[in-house]
């Protein structure tokens, strides 16, 4: 569990790093700013835009992949999208 949580808050410095740099976002990064832009919310938002992408994604997982299912899944769930919002 702590090798979950500590892969995790690397991948959220390094998104953090990258989007507030303006250097660029990862792949999911831009899906997720994308449907913000589609649905006309601010960058303010778009961490809300993320958790609720997420929990679709689990919720579609546990029905058809639940053996995927792990600690690291819920510990992605929230800290992820924050490191998304650009100041």
Known sequence: ????????FLVCVG???????QLGND?????YDGIRQAAQLS????????NYINTG???????????????GTLIYLVPAPMSRIRT
Do not use: C, D, E, W
Request: cysteine-free; charged content about 5%.
């Open 57 to 71: 994604l689990i919720i579609i997982l546990f029905f058809f992949g639940r053996k995927y299912i792990n600690v």
């Open 15 to 21: 998104v953090a790093i990258n989007n507030n740099t």
């Open 43 to 50: 960058h303010a938002q778009l961490g809300v835009t993320s």
């Open 27 to 31: 792949p999911v990064g831009i899906i």
């Open 1 to 8: 569990m702590a090798t979950a949580i500590i892969g995790v």
